[in-house]
């Protein structure tokens, strides 16, 4: 079954908030308005740089992306 970007990356949540991939994964969990139930990468990077201030690099979420895609078929 296919999930939503969002249930993939809360997977990626952890107390090491120094590492990038958790922080963000935290950061997402606490997002109200964050695309949740989405799987289209357009609507959720746009959603990320023109809404949030809590991805350091875009590079991250396409990285991330990358890893939905491969764990998510």
Known sequence: ???SFYHYILTERGNNL???TQAFAAAVSKDIMFPKQS???HEIA???ELN???I???DLFDRLWEYYLENNQ
């Open 46 to 48: 746009d959603y990320l």
């Open 39 to 41: 799987e289209d990468y």
């Open 18 to 20: 120094k590492d990038p």
């Open 1 to 3: 079954m296919r999930r």
């Open 56 to 58: 350091p690099s875009m």
């Open 52 to 54: 949030t201030n809590y």
